[in-house]
């Protein structure tokens, strides 16, 4: 059960987390489109335990919520329950952090200008603050992880969709400026994305437009041979993009198609990217993220195509130090932060 606090629930209010040797924890929640993630994480950016679930994002607002919830009472019915002082979550899409509302996702279809950040301090009585997943992200690279070393960095989430990051450093403070670079536009006559828009690059790179693509190309007449065919065939829920990267490890000639194509999108995106922004370096994070960057030579290729800066093909491309976990201590970050 959640430790009860007196004091009235702000989200914005200072939080004591303890003079040194009290240690007290943040639990921080990720919630994706497949999974909602929720971990104690220390003041030190340390993940204490964590528990993950499957995520309910096409029922009604409550059953969304009640997915989060359990994933939270599966943590706090382990242990150190006690020890929390504020909720940190980390969600993706449009968030609004000053009144701690989802907005609108197009991986959570099930919440709308949902008040998540109240409901979740009505339930557990903790002072509850909420950020885009890939802001959260990039903002735990720039504190503990592979972003530490840079002024400027742009951060890309690559998992069931796609979430980004700018991070910017503001005399010492890294700043991460709200952004829903996924939604970026590649190809104005391209596919209808869930957001609205058409050509999003989360239509040719995400874990879903990885999983759309094999599903497409194995129907073929002649994909009967291919490994990831018969990997498809022994996986209960069919391809995905694991598979596709499994696959493509194998040598297999569709996987490695798909990976390849899809890198070419991300290469006309961070093109674009590139030149705008001059980042001194692209962090890759999120599930797929180490599977994108080993295609890293052939992105550096393509963006003396896709960008004009002179430095383009010499900008580090690096993997987030907390992968699939980087959002998660973003949460946590939301409270931790100098």
Known sequence: MAPHLKTKTNPHRRVEFGRRGKAHLVLAV????????????????????SERRPTAVKGRASEGLRAVRETID?????????????????????????????LKAAN???WRDYPLARKLQDLYDLPTRIANDANAAAMAEARWGAGRRYKSFFYVSLGTGIGT????????NP???????????????????????????????????LARRATHLLAQRGARSSLLRTLARETPNGVNAELVGRAAAGGDRIAVGILEEACDHLAVWLGNIVDLLEPEAIVF?????????SYAPRIRR??????????????????????????????????LQK
């Not at 990051?165 to 010492?172: I, N, R, S």
């Not at 970026?184 to 790179?205: F, N, Q, S, V």
């Open 74 to 102: 599966g943590v706090l019915g382990r242990s150190r329950g006690r020890e929390i002082r504020a909720i940190g979550v980390s969600v993706p899409g449009w968030v609004d952090a000053n009144t701690g509302k989802v």
């Open 175 to 209: 700043h991460t400026p709200s952004s829903e670079g996924g939604h970026m536009t590649i190809d104005y006559r391209g596919r209808l994305c869930p957001c609205g828009k058409r050509g999003c690059i989360e239509m040719y790179a995400s874990g879903k437009a």
């Open 285 to 293: 994070g999120g599930g797929l993220g180490r599977l994108m960057l």
């Open 108 to 110: 959570l279809p099930c």
């Open 302 to 335: 393509k963006l003396k195509t896709f960008a004009i800066r002179p430095n383009r093909a010499q900008i580090p491309m690096v993997g987030a130090r907390f992968g699939s976990q980087s959002a998660l201590l973003g949460a946590a970050a939301l409270w």
């Open 30 to 49: 990720d919630i994706g489109g497949t999974k909602v993630e929720a971990a104690l994480v220390s003041q030190m950016g340390k993940i204490v335990l």
């Open 165 to 172: 990051g700018v991070v910017q450093d503001t005399q010492g």
